[in-house]
């Protein structure tokens, strides 16, 4: 962390899952025309089980104990729903942080999963999405394979989730804690390979 930087990480709406700040943090900018809290972009906040009842919106979903990072939303993409994949957007910057709801900003086939999607964010705008921890994630409709607890789970190129057998994939994106549900939601707890993009 540069010496100007704050470790402090701004919940501009104090719920993490109603975030969506037309600027980072959804403060001013500053004389230079960039956003006064311009180093909170791709910071990651950890948040204990103590602290997360007081930190969602329950009208929207549920959030559980884990790591969230502040993202920026792909200008131009459809609107997400909660519980799909976000995926790293395809020949951005490294340092923007910018997801997609498109497979790896529609580069390729196979996904590159940066965490998941806590509310439906305007395109263009900053908000969080979970990236470690127990989270609620949407299922295709038709399971590949058969549902059980402790399935390996795995991101679909359209933002679903799905069982899959085995567990050594580039699209594994954890195991299932509750057991999965074709064409609804469910638990599973992340993989922690998740929060190396940081």
């Known amino acids: 962390m540069s010496a100007w930087e704050s470790p402090i990480i701004i919940v501009s709406?104090?719920?993490?899952?109603?975030?969506?700040?037309?600027?980072?943090?959804?403060?001013?900018?500053?004389?230079?025309?960039?956003?006064?809290?311009?180093?909170?972009?791709?910071?990651?906040l950890w948040v204990s089980s103590g602290q997360i009842s007081q930190m969602y919106s329950s009208?929207?979903?549920t959030l559980y104990a884990g790591?969230?990072?502040?993202?920026?939303?792909?200008?131009g993409d459809s609107a997400p729903v909660v519980g799909?994949?976000?995926y790293w957007s395809s020949g951005s910057a490294i340092t923007d942080f910018t997801v997609s709801t498109?497979?790896?900003?529609?580069?390729?086939?196979?996904?590159?999963?940066?965490?998941?999607?806590?509310?439906?964010?305007?395109?263009g705008n900053y908000c969080f999405i979970q990236i470690?921890?127990?989270?609620?994630?949407?299922?295709?409709?038709?399971?590949?394979?058969?549902?059980?607890?402790?399935?390996?789970?795995?991101?679909?190129?359209?933002g679903t989730f799905d069982t899959n057998a085995g567990t050594?994939?580039?699209?594994?994106?954890?195991?299932?804690?509750?057991?999965?549900?074709?064409?609804?939601t469910a638990i599973i707890q992340l993989a922690s390979d998740l929060i190396s993009r940081a």
């Open 168 to 184: 050594n994939v580039p699209n594994f994106a954890g195991t299932a804690w509750t057991l999965p549900v074709s064409n609804s």
């Open 67 to 75: 790591a969230y990072q502040y993202v920026k939303f792909k200008l």
């Open 13 to 44: 709406t104090g719920l993490l899952n109603t975030v969506n700040d037309s600027v980072i943090a959804g403060a001013g900018t500053g004389a230079s025309g960039s956003s006064k809290f311009g180093g909170q972009l791709g910071k990651i």
């Open 84 to 86: 799909q994949a976000a």
């Open 59 to 61: 009208t929207i979903g």
């Open 132 to 158: 470690a921890g127990l989270v609620v994630v949407k299922y295709k409709s038709g399971l590949t394979v058969s549902a059980a607890t402790g399935a390996a789970v795995i991101s679909n190129a359209d």
């Open 102 to 123: 498109a497979s790896n900003g529609g580069a390729t086939s196979t996904p590159m999963m940066a965490g998941v999607f806590l509310s439906a964010p305007t395109a």
